[in-house]
């Protein structure tokens, strides 16, 4: 089963990379899957999911407690950070409209951080969302074990 984990986020705006912080904490755990970051949103993101049959997608999610984890499938998306961008589709709309070729996969989920959005630049998480990184590698975890295809749909 081909797999792919993308991190998103820009790791210069604070907490909102703390996508890429959890797929870089990744590299050498995971054996066979493939690891992707990217600061991207809709089609190109969705896009990089064609030929894989499941995928995880880590990012941020505007919140109120920052270091909350959530879980879900493209049908429970909203926009994020990264998951929506003026001169593109939004992620959950680029889903449902690759969705249907062939080579889109049937497993789709979600690992997603809140974070309060500072916007101003920063490198570094927070302590706060830092301290969530290892229950955001325990879900990816648990996910890769219980994934099945077509769980999405």
Excluded: C
């Amino acid at each position: 089963m081909k797999t792919l984990i993308i991190g998103l986020g820009n790791p210069l705006l604070g907490d909102d990379g703390v996508g890429i912080a959890a797929v870089n904490g990744l590299k050498g755990k995971l054996h066979g899957v493939d690891l992707q970051t990217m600061n991207a949103s809709g089609f190109e993101v969705a896009e990089k999911m064609l030929g894989y049959d499941r995928v995880i997608v880590v990012d941020a999610i505007a919140g109120r407690v920052p270091g909350r984890v959530h879980t879900f499938t493209p049908a429970k998306l909203k926009p994020t950070l990264h998951f929506a961008n003026p001169h593109d589709m939004n992620l959950q709309t680029a889903i449902q409209w690759l969705g249907s070729q062939e080579n889109f996969p049937g497993w789709v989920k979600f690992v997603a951080v809140e974070i309060v959005p500072e916007n101003e630049f920063r490198e570094g998480l927070s302590e706060r969302v830092r301290n969530a990184l290892p229950e955001v590698e325990r879900r990816i975890m648990n996910e890769l074990k219980g994934g099945k295809r077509n769980a999405n749909k």
